[in-house]
């Protein structure tokens, strides 16, 4: 491995790796990181500034001001994408994060927040098992918005403190593909001393036995750099092979000990929520619109028979991930749907991202986008055509009624704070007979005057109200107890 101050342009774009911050150590494991430099990898970190930075997020401090502190590393992480992708060296479909340690938490949060990001990097990450941060409750929080990405999991697995690691059960029902690389020899805190967090360094004198380093921990650590590079080829660059270092044709790996390493590919869950324990088969699929590329999710139940569906769509500015628990109850009452990004929303950004406020190409157009994929839904063979629904949030709200006075009509609707339902829309609640369900948070003061409306006017539309001021798909987050009751009311009216 060899750096070069201010080396030249690559001539081609390459996959991008962001370190995920954290506190009081080194951003980065900067041994991994040249190797991952010198094998076709832009690698980038950042130094965290804010209130906090040289303290540890499980330091005496409040949940509160932990939730304060990780959500400022995502907030981070995130603008450094968006300028990182606009190096001339960086592949932007192609991005990964990885995490060390207890940065394993922000990281996490990121790629839920974060479509583009394809690929998670955990090492000696222990948010999957038990969190620093108890607010964070993962496997909730994982089935209101999934991990879309692939992961790739190391671990010391060594007994530290007398505990053992043991693959977490979530593993096998990730959506994406997901890989373990554990490593017996090792316990938990030999990464950290073999990068450089040298005691002495960091003013610390007693040293916890299971933090000594040593040849086998050497090895170790060989192994697992070589082993984060072959992953991360399979996954970014679809290497041959099955992702462990022992297929890798162009690393020398003389000396590198592989016994004793153990190698697991888990999942992907096929759609298994974490908590609910319910199959059902969730795939990715496209959809043309204009010149659009519209991403979405596909819930197929169990059952082969036709049945009915459900289309779900996306608020301004946010994207079809929060409807995934949602699926999942539909999917428990043999109710299939589609949920989708709408044009410059989400992954649906071939050719402009939504700005809010600004007219751009992504700007319009949404209700040839809803049309779109009602006519795509209707077309599949396990959809009943004359039993779909359609969920609308906040702007989409407006648009599915528009489509349906276009000729696509719904069997019933369900709104979450439709701040731009028109008065035509409302009117037509109880024209056509089509059953709404109209939900929003009694603190969004704007949508009062809809409520109100809705309410004078309408002797069909239910109108709930919950606490707080969550907006639009915000509401099924803040109580997720709403997507088993939206998914009871639609089966009432769709038919099971």
Same mark, same amino acid.
């Given at each position: 491995m060899?750096a070069v101050? !201010?080396?030249?342009?690559?001539?081609? =774009?390459? #996959?991008?790796?962001l370190?995920? @911050?954290r506190?009081a &150590?080194p /951003?980065a494991?900067s041994?991994?990181?040249e190797?991952?430099?010198?094998?076709?990898?832009?690698?980038?970190?950042m130094?965290?500034?804010?209130?906090d930075?040289?303290?540890p997020?499980?330091?005496?401090?409040? $949940?509160q001001?932990?939730?304060e502190?990780?959500?400022a590393?995502v907030?981070?992480?995130?603008a450094?994408?968006?300028r990182?992708?606009?190096?001339?060296?960086?592949d932007?479909?192609?991005?990964g994060v990885?995490?060390?340690?207890?940065s394993g938490?922000?990281?996490t949060?990121?790629?839920?927040r974060?479509a =583009?990001?394809?690929?998670?990097?955990?090492?000696s990450s222990s948010v999957?098992?038990?969190?620093?941060?108890p607010t964070l409750?993962v @496997?909730?929080?994982?089935?209101?918005?999934p991990?879309r990405a692939?992961?790739?999991?190391?671990e010391?697995? %060594?007994?530290s403190?007398?505990?053992?690691?043991?693959?977490?059960v979530?593993?096998?029902?990730?959506p994406?593909? @997901?890989?373990r690389v554990a490593? $017996?020899?090792l316990a938990?805190?030999n990464f950290?001393?073999l990068?450089?967090?040298?005691p002495?360094l960091? %003013?610390?004198t007693a040293v916890?036995?299971?933090?000594q380093?040593g #040849?086998? /921990?050497?090895?170790g650590?060989q192994?697992?750099?070589?082993?984060v590079?072959?992953?991360?080829?399979k996954v970014l660059k679809?290497?041959p092979?099955d992702?462990?270092?022992?297929?890798m044709p162009d690393v020398?790996?003389s000396?590198? #000990?592989?016994?004793?390493?153990?190698?697991?590919?888990?999942g992907?869950?096929r759609?298994?929520?974490?908590t609910?324990e319910?199959?059902?088969v969730d795939?990715?699929?496209e959809?043309?619109? !204009?010149a659009w590329?519209?991403v979405?999710?596909?819930?197929?139940?169990a059952?082969?028979?036709?049945?009915?569906a459900?289309l779900m769509?996306?608020k301004a500015?946010?994207d079809?991930?929060?409807?995934?628990r949602? /699926?999942g109850?539909?999917?428990r009452r043999?109710?299939?749907?589609?949920?989708?990004?709408?044009?410059?929303h989400g992954e649906s950004?071939n050719l402009?991202t939504f700005v809010p406020?600004?007219d751009?190409?992504?700007?319009g157009?949404e209700?040839?986008?809803?049309?779109?994929?009602l006519r795509?839904?209707r077309?599949?063979?396990f959809?009943?055509? &004359?039993?779909?629904?359609v969920?609308?949030a906040?702007?989409?709200?407006e648009?599915?009624? !528009?489509?349906?006075r276009?000729?696509?009509?719904?069997r019933a609707?369900?709104?979450?704070? $439709?701040?731009?339902?028109?008065?035509r &829309?409302i009117a037509?609640? !109880? %024209?056509v007979?089509?059953?709404w369900?109209?939900i929003?948070?009694?603190n969004e003061?704007f949508? =009062?005057g809809v409520?109100a409306?809705? =309410?004078?006017?309408s002797r069909t539309?239910?109108v709930t109200?919950?606490?707080?001021n969550?907006h639009?798909?915000?509401?099924?987050?803040?109580h997720?107890?709403?997507?088993a009751s939206?998914?009871?009311w639609l089966?009432?009216?769709?038919g099971r």
């Amino acid at each position: 491995m060899l750096a070069v101050r !201010d080396a030249g342009s690559l001539g081609e =774009r390459v #996959p991008l790796i962001l370190w995920s @911050t954290r506190h009081a &150590t080194p /951003a980065a494991q900067s041994v991994m990181s040249e190797l991952l430099a010198s094998h076709g990898y832009v690698v980038a970190w950042m130094r965290y500034a804010g209130r906090d930075s040289l303290s540890p997020p499980f330091d005496n401090v409040s $949940p509160q001001r932990k939730a304060e502190i990780i959500d400022a590393h995502v907030a981070d992480m995130q603008a450094a994408i968006r300028r990182l992708v606009m190096h001339p060296a960086v592949d932007s479909t192609r991005i990964g994060v990885a995490a060390w340690s207890y940065s394993g938490e922000p990281a996490t949060l990121l790629v839920q927040r974060t479509a =583009r990001v394809r690929a998670l990097v955990s090492l000696s990450s222990s948010v999957f098992t038990w969190p620093y941060r108890p607010t964070l409750n993962v @496997t909730a929080s994982l089935d209101s918005v999934p991990l879309r990405a692939d992961v790739i999991l190391l671990e010391e697995t %060594g007994a530290s403190r007398g505990r053992v690691r043991e693959a977490p059960v979530m593993l096998d029902r990730l959506p994406g593909k @997901t890989f373990r690389v554990a490593f $017996p020899a090792l316990a938990h805190g030999n990464f950290n001393v073999l990068e450089g967090l040298i005691p002495e360094l960091i %003013g610390v004198t007693a040293v916890q036995p299971w933090s000594q380093s040593g #040849p086998g /921990a050497r090895g170790g650590y060989q192994t697992a750099v070589l082993s984060v590079l072959a992953l991360l080829d399979k996954v970014l660059k679809g290497a041959p092979g099955d992702g462990s270092i022992g297929t890798m044709p162009d690393v020398r790996r003389s000396g590198v #000990p592989t016994t004793g390493v153990s190698f697991v590919r888990h999942g992907p869950g096929r759609g298994v929520a974490v908590t609910m324990e319910t199959s059902f088969v969730d795939d990715s699929v496209e959809i043309a619109s !204009d010149a659009w590329r519209l991403v979405g999710n596909v819930v197929r139940p169990a059952s082969t028979a036709r049945g009915p569906a459900v289309l779900m769509l996306t608020k301004a500015n946010g994207d079809r991930r929060v409807y995934a628990r949602l /699926a999942g109850e539909l999917a428990r009452r043999g109710i299939g749907s589609l949920r989708i990004d709408l044009r410059g929303h989400g992954e649906s950004t071939n050719l402009a991202t939504f700005v809010p406020g600004l007219d751009n190409a992504a700007a319009g157009g949404e209700r040839r986008d809803v049309a779109a994929a009602l006519r795509w839904l209707r077309a599949r063979e396990f959809v009943d055509s &004359t039993r779909i629904a359609v969920i609308g949030a906040s702007y989409s709200a407006e648009a599915m009624a !528009d489509v349906a006075r276009g000729g696509h009509p719904a069997r019933a609707y369900v709104a979450l704070s $439709p701040g731009s339902l028109s008065e035509r &829309t409302i009117a037509d609640i !109880d %024209g056509v007979g089509v059953p709404w369900s109209i939900i929003v948070s009694r603190n969004e003061r704007f949508l =009062r005057g809809v409520v109100a409306i809705v =309410r004078e006017r309408s002797r069909t539309a239910v109108v709930t109200e919950v606490d707080g001021n969550a907006h639009a798909t915000d509401i099924l987050v803040a109580h997720p107890a709403l997507n088993a009751s939206i998914a009871e009311w639609l089966a009432t009216r769709l038919g099971r």
